[in-house]
């Protein structure tokens, strides 16, 4: 079945630093969905992205759907404490009965 | 807009009870919703999806007769976990997409509830 290579697994960054984090598939993907999850709380959705190339952005947060469709990347510049939290990518096939396929998530620790 | 609602939000039960969980898109209809599990540090995992007025798809290795799923209007599914044991306890997550025929997913995505933590003692 479809997965998705979420990397890294975790990331311990300096406060301020910018964040790159990325997911690929080997199976196209016609939806790209990031979102951030914090304890105790369900996803929360970031950014979408539906069309291969768009290249879209959310504040700080700046995500793009690959030419190929298979793979998607989440930048955060300038990162601040309460950017800590776990992401996922998610992405959704082009058939109708396709399911929204998640990421194991990339877990951001921002050092003081 | 696109808010979902999940209660209760923390669930403490005894062992052989049954627990009821609500997932309710306040401010659009969902025509599916799904319901996730999520174990701590892991992703989410899909157990089953609902479409109003139908009965739950069920993914592979989730019993049926134990989580029981009802879908009974646009606006409102429920998860019931029938005697529940400690190996139930989990971080449960629904969340709902509105499909406009034709157009694949809605603007809104998929919008997920807050979840529910069931604690079984």
Known sequence: ?112 | GAVVSQHPSRVICKSGTSVKIECRSLDFQATTMFWYRQFPKQSLMLMATSNEGSKATYEQGVEKDKFLINHASLTLSTLTVTSAHPEDSSFYICSASRLYPGQGVSDYGYTFGSGTRLTVV
């Open chain 1, 1 to 112: 079945g479809q997965q998705l290579n979420q990397s890294p697994q975790s990331m311990f960054i300096q406060e301020g630093e910018d964040v790159s984090m990325n997911c690929t598939s080997s199976s196209i993907f016609n939806t790209w969905l990031w979102y951030k999850q914090e304890p105790g709380e369900g996803p929360v959705l970031l950014i979408a992205l539906y069309k291969a190339g768009e290249l879209t952005s959310n504040g700080r947060l700046t995500a793009q759907f690959g030419i190929t469709r298979k793979d998607s990347f989440l930048n955060i510049s300038a990162s601040i404490p309460s950017d800590v939290g776990i992401y996922f990518c998610a992405g959704l096939g082009p058939y109708r009965d396709d399911k929204i396929i998640f990421g194991k998530g990339t877990r951001l620790h921002i050092l003081p």
